[in-house]
């Protein structure tokens, strides 16, 4: 049985600092594309950033130096390390794996909010 799990979701003040994880099971993870997305309360969800199985991480221009994306092919483990957290990254963060357009299994979300 497959599930992809979030955690790491907390009230953090602007400035702050924040590692969310994603937790998957029941794939070959090391050849999944892996990928966080988030959605803010009334917009769509974006994607944030993303590690393919094989290939460079990449970043939305809004999170791009801020944030850093990494995979533990080991332990099947998603990092997002998030620094210098603004309010406008207060979302509900989802982690995504995502095989071959054939695939494609999301987490139920983590909350973040930035808030003095």
């Known amino acids: 049985q497959v599930y992809v799990a979030e955690s790491g979701g907390d009230l953090v003040r602007p400035g702050g600092s924040l590692t969310l994880s994603c937790k998957t099971n029941?794939?070959?993870?090391?050849?999944?594309?892996m990928a966080w997305y988030r959605q803010a309360p009334g917009k769509s969800r974006e994607l944030v950033a993303s590690?393919?199985?094989?290939?460079?991480?990449d970043y939305a221009d809004s999170v791009r130096g801020r944030f850093t994306i990494s995979r533990d092919n080991v332990a099947n483990l998603l990092y997002l390390q998030m620094n210098s957290l603004k309010p406008e990254d207060t979302a509900v963060y989802y982690c995504?794996?995502?095989?071959?357009?054939?695939?494609?299994?999301w987490g139920q979300g983590t909350q973040l909010t930035v808030s003095s």
């Open positions: 995504n794996a995502h095989f071959n357009d054939q695939l494609d299994f």
């Open positions: 029941g794939i070959t993870f090391v050849s999944y594309s």
């Open positions: 590690y393919p199985a094989r290939g460079n991480p």
